[in-house]
């Protein structure tokens, strides 16, 4: 039983340094997993902690899903991006336009010696493997999703409806929390990590930074 977070532990940047000193897990990178419910906060908090860590490349997984595959595209994210960087070079993969609805031109993600890859479905089994690090933001679905659709507006209504039933069926089929090392939760002071059902990751702690967390998907 993992005991009660500290009130007033260690900063964000105590993260990112626990970070440094992990073993490198896809061929040189330490490869960070950030995963949750679409609109608990991955976004926001991927990126406070790449800054953390001197501006460590984040992969976004809106980047690699479409219309058409919002969960089936761990080849392409395979072939893409983990391939080239397990031999240690620079991955080149083309982002998904969600409003032109076409994948654009070609993206370089360095083989850094960190990199986040935050998105639903982040922690897949497929994906695991190659990650150093697994975080979940510790957020109920519908509490998240409420977040997302208000964050997005009315114009997005019918494409929530549609994705909310994905995500369901693809947290059903390949779920992520319970390989979580961390489970990251917002306070007002900034973020709270507990140890997470995979119980490698330490003791539990509580992260802050300066403003307060804002949603994002």
């Known amino acids: 039983m993992s005991a009660p977070p500290h009130r007033s532990g260690p900063a964000i940047h105590d993260l990112a340094s626990r970070i440094r000193r992990l073993p490198a897990s896809c061929g040189p990178v330490r490869l960070i997993g950030v995963d949750g419910h679409a609109g608990s906060g991955k976004s926001t908090f991927a990126g406070r902690l790449a800054r953390a860590l001197g501006g460590a490349p984040v992969l976004h997984l809106d980047d690699i899903a479409s219309h058409d ?64 690090l697994l975080l979940w933001m510790d957020l ?38 319970p390989f979580a090392d961390l489970l990251v939760r917002r306070d007002q002071e900034g973020y709270e990590a507990l140890r997470g059902p995979a119980g490698t990751a330490g003791p539990d702690q509580n992260f802050t930074h300066g403003d307060g967390p804002s949603a994002g998907r």
Do not use: K, N
Request: charged share 30%.
């Open 140 to 177: 109920p679905s519908e509490e998240a999703w409420a977040l997302g659709r208000a964050r997005d507006g009315e114009e997005q209504r019918e494409f929530w409806d549609g994705w909310t039933r994905a995500e369901r069926r693809h947290f059903a089929e390949d779920p992520s929390r």
């Open 69 to 132: 595959e919002l969960f089936d595209w761990t080849g392409r994210l395979l072939d893409q991006v983990i391939a080239p960087l397990t031999r240690g070079e620079a991955a080149r993969y083309a982002p998904y336009d969600w409003r032109a609805r076409r994948f654009g031109p070609p993206r370089v993600l360095p083989p850094a010696p960190v990199v986040l890859v935050e998105g639903v479905g982040a922690g897949r089994r497929a994906l695991r493997p190659h990650l150093a």
